[in-house]
């Protein structure tokens, strides 16, 4: 009978979906950083897993694509990408270099930047209904909205049909999570991603035959690399994956900011009277917060992370939230401190081929939304604690009951 030691306890928390509803495993994750920070794991039906603990080994293999291989997806559940597919997530150079280039043309600073003056009226809007309630849940009136009223903007999507977007996206972004007030099941989640699929190609056919727009979608339509363009089926898939990662990752970013900001009242003072939520303050709410918990590689050929010898074949899980904790990169790293000069977090996935396309639309979205909610409610406080997803995947809140006058 084999003995479990502390370190394989630790990963197996790590792992355990039923932790996180209680808050994430800090404890566990700083044991392993010291102890194990390559550490095998195995679980029922699937390969060897590595989880990586420490900041530089997730950096390291976030960079390394000769090593390691997202081509069958970076989460536990295995999609491969097609020989089309324009799929990021699951693509490896030189495909997805060349899809990067492409797509990259619709998100220089440029184009994000010509979305500021909307993405502050929206927030306006929404501080508008929250000051009229006083009392509410800072996820769906907050969070969600903006995210939510985002996408559509950016994806050209009427306002009337963002409900939809949020519903489909839900249930395709939900693919993995154990959460049952999330989690479809196989019909729902076919559905919903033929339907997503569906609008998009409507919307692509609608605007092909317009006059071209200078946004985001007008970008992407118009996007050459060497007089190769998106194709609707690659569209398609890049409207998919754009509307379940706006959705999800600023969604909860900013409901654990505001959680954040609450339980270090010190810090949300110093936030409402410096003037403005800088760049430098996101990052840290970004740290701090760590929306995706992980990302996984498939090494390619035989290596050795850490004096592991890890094997072609193996998965290798970077735990984004623990790197972002990692006492060697980040001083009193468990501590939020929005002055702290900004640092190499990975919250939108290491520094590597995939370092996320939309961060600094999101990092506007999220800096836009807490100026406007803290300067006109600076005494906003989440009353109850929140009520958190039940993934290890998602750092995901539910439920975050606020008053704007705590």
């Not at 039906?45 to 291989?69: A, C, G, K, M, Q």
């Not at 939520?277 to 929306?291: I, K, Y």
Request: hydrophobic share 40%; net charge negative; glycine share 6%.
């Amino acid at each position: 009978m084999t003995t479990l030691t502390q370190s394989d306890t630790d990963a197996a928390t790590v792992f355990d979906p039923d932790v996180w509803t209680s808050g994430a495993p800090y404890d566990p994750l700083a044991r392993l950083r010291t102890d194990a920070p390559v550490h095998p794991v195995d679980l029922p039906n699937l390969p060897r897993i590595w989880l990586l603990t420490r900041h530089e080994d997730v950096i390291r293999v976030s960079r390394d694509d000769e090593h390691f291989s997202s081509s069958t997806g970076n989460t536990f559940v295995e999609v491969p990408a097609g020989a089309d597919s324009a799929m990021l997530p699951s693509l490896d150079p030189p495909r997805h270099t060349m899809i990067r280039r492409l797509v990259n043309q619709a998100f220089t600073a440029r184009n994000v930047a010509k979305l500021e003056d909307r993405l502050r009226q929206t927030a306006r809007s929404i501080v508008d209904r929250v000051l009229d309630l006083g009392e509410f849940d800072a996820v769906p009136e907050i969070s969600a909205e903006m995210s939510l009223q985002v996408i559509a903007e950016v994806l050209g999507i009427p306002q009337e049909d963002r409900l939809k977007i949020f519903d489909w996206s839900n249930a395709i972004g939900s693919l993995g999570i154990e959460d049952p007030d999330y989690a479809p099941g196989p019909t729902a989640l076919a559905e919903a991603g033929m339907a997503m699929y569906g609008y998009c190609q409507d919307l692509v056919a609608e605007r092909r035959k317009s006059e071209p727009r200078d946004d985001i979608i007008g970008a992407l339509l118009a996007a050459r690399v060497d007089d190769q363009a998106l194709t609707d089926a690659q569209l398609n898939e890049f409207f998919l994956l754009l509307a379940v990662a706006g959705n999800e990752t600023t969604r909860n970013t900013l409901s654990h900011s505001i959680h954040a900001l609450t339980q270090s009242r010190d810090q949300r003072d110093k936030l409402t009277t410096s003037g403005s939520v800088t760049p430098a303050v996101v990052d840290e709410l970004l740290r701090w917060s760590t929306p995706v918990l992980h990302f996984r590689r498939t090494a390619a050929i035989d290596t050795e992370i850490g004096g592991q010898r890890v094997k072609a074949g193996d998965w290798v899980v970077m735990h984004y939230l623990s790197a972002n904790r990692d006492q060697r990169v980040f001083d009193n790293a468990d501590r939020l401190d929005i002055t702290r000069e900004p640092g190499p977090h990975v919250a939108f996935g290491g520094l590597g081929t995939h370092f996320c396309l939309g961060a600094q639309l999101a990092k506007l979205e999220i800096a836009v939304m807490l100026d406007e909610l803290y300067t006109r409610a600076p005494k906003l406080v989440a009353t109850e604690d929140p009520t958190r997803l039940r993934s290890a995947f998602f750092h995901g809140i539910k439920s975050l009951p606020c008053a704007v006058n705590g």
